[in-house]
C-alpha cells in the first residue's frame, strides 16, 4: 500500500494506556498484586514499560488508568507522576475506563486527542507504531472521528475480533478507511473465508479520538454509560473527586468500548498497518510470538533440561525441570504454582483461575 504524508494533528496528543485487565490467561505468572502488564515476556522490559516507551514517542503527555492496589506500582515501574495516574475503584471494562479519562483530561486539555492503549501488547516495531499513531491523530484531530487500528491478518485467528473495511477515506487521508462493521470472533470456517476475501483486518483495540468526540458518542451510542459517568462530569478532578468516581462506578455497566460505542457509531475509521502486532492474550500467543514451532523450544528462565522434546514454552523458576519426549506444552513454574498445559489449550487456564478462586485460594494473590 502506498503510504502518502498526511498533515500533522493541530491539537496535542496525551495517551492513554488502560491497564485494569487481570490477565487470567497469564496464571500463575499474571497475579493480582503482579498482573500481565507488569511481567517481562522474553524481553529485557516489562509489556507496561514498552507500552510507555511506544506512547512517548508520539504523544505529549502519558496518562495510565489502572486499579488503585497497582498505582505505586505503575509509577515505580513507569515514572509517571501520580496526577497523570486514574484510578479505577472496580474493573468495569474499558467504556467506563475511557469515559473516565476523557473527562479527567478534558478538565485540563478540553481540546485533546486521545490515543487510547492497551498495556499489554507486543508491539516490536515502535517506529512504525508511532508513525500509525500520528496518522490516526491527525485524521481524529481534522476530520472529527473515531479511529482504530486494523491489524493485517496473517492467519485464521479465532481469537480476534475483524474489522471490515469499507470505503477509502476523503482526500487529505492517505491510507485511511471508513469501517463498514465489527465482526467478533469467527468460526475457524469464518476467519479462513477473511483471508481469502480479502478487507478484513485483526482488531487491535487501539483508538484515537478526540476528547469531546469521545464524550459525544457515549453520549448517543451508550447512554448507560453516559449516566454512570454524571457524578464524575460533575467533578472530574481535585477535591472529592475520588468519591465522584467511586460513585459512578458503582452504577456503571461492564461494556467494552468497542461494542458500547464504536460498533453503533458511523463516525468510525481505520488505518491499516502492517507490523508485526500480538495481544499476547495466551501461553499459546506468547510461544508463537517467540518463535516457538516444532524443533525449537524457548525457555525463558529457570534451569530446565530438555531431552527429545520440541515446540515447548518453558518459564522456570528455582527447581529444576526436565521434558523428556514432550511436544507442544506451556511449562510454568513460579514455586507456588505449576501450569503444564498444552499450547493450543493455553487460553482454558482462564478457567483454572476461576476454579481456584471458588475454592478461595491464594494461589491468585
Known amino acids: 500500500m502506498r503510504r502518502a504524508l498526511a498533515a500533522p494533528p493541530r491539537r496535542r496528543i496525551h495517551a492513554v494506556i488502560l491497564a485494569g485487565g487481570a490477565g487470567e490467561r497469564f496464571w500463575p505468572r499474571s497475579r493480582q498484586k503482579v498482573p500481565k502488564p507488569f511481567l517481562s515476556l522474553g524481553d529485557e522490559e516489562t509489556l507496561m514499560e514498552a507500552t510507555v516507551r511506544r506512547a512517548q514517542r ?96 496473517t492467519r485464521a485467528e479465532t481469537g480476534f475480533g475483524y474489522i471490515r473495511v469499507g470505503q477509502t477515506a476523503p482526500p487529505g487521508f492517505p491510507g485511511l478507511h471508513r469501517v463498514r462493521r465489527f465482526v467478533e470472533k469467527p468460526t475457524a470456517a469464518r476467519a479462513r473465508g477473511f483471508l481469502r476475501r480479502g478487507g478484513f483486518l485483526w482488531n487491535a483495540g487501539i483508538f484515537v479520538w478526540g476528547v469531546q468526540t469521545i464524550l459525544e458518542e457515549i453520549e448517543t451510542h451508550a447512554p448507560e454509560v453516559h449516566r454512570a459517568l454524571a457524578p464524575i462530569r460533575r467533578r472530574p478532578a481535585g477535591r472529592g473527586a475520588p468519591a465522584a468516581i467511586r460513585a459512578a462506578y458503582r452504577r456503571a455497566p461492564s461494556l467494552p468500548v468497542d461494542v458500547a460505542v464504536l460498533e453503533r457509531s458511523r463516525r468510525v475509521w481505520v488505518v491499516p498497518v502492517g507490523f508485526r502486532w500480538s495481544d499476547v492474550g495466551s501461553w499459546q500467543s506468547l510461544a508463537e510470538e517467540l518463535g516457538v514451532a516444532a524443533g525449537r523450544n524457548r525457555v525463558l528462565g529457570g534451569d530446565t533440561v530438555i531431552q527429545g522434546a520440541s515446540g515447548n514454552l518453558v518459564w522456570g523458576d528455582r527447581r529444576t525441570i526436565a521434558l523428556v519426549g514432550v511436544e507442544n506444552l506451556a511449562v510454568i513454574d513460579t514455586g507456588d504454582a505449576l501450569l503444564v498445559a498444552d499450547l493450543d489449550h493455553s487460553a482454558d487456564v482462564r478457567r483454572v483461575v476461576q476454579e481456584l478462586r471458588a475454592r478461595r485460594r491464594d494461589d491468585l494473590v
Open 58 to 153: 508520539f504523544a505529549e503527555h502519558v496518562w495510565v488508568v489502572c486499579g488503585s492496589e497497582h498505582a505505586r506500582l505503575v509509577m515505580r515501574v513507569t515514572g509517571i507522576p501520580r496526577h497523570r495516574v486514574i484510578l479505577e475503584p472496580k474493573r468495569r471494562n474499558t467504556a467506563m475506563a475511557a469515559g473516565l479519562a476523557a473527562l479527567r483530561i478534558a478538565a485540563e486539555a478540553p481540546d485533546a486527542v486521545l490515543a487510547v492503549l492497551p498495556a499489554d501488547h507486543r508491539i516490536p516495531d515502535a517506529a512504525a507504531f508511532a508513525r500509525a499513531m500520528r496518522r490516526a491523530a491527525a485524521a481524529a484531530d481534522r476530520a472529527d472521528v473515531l479511529v482504530t487500528l486494523g491489524v493485517e491478518p
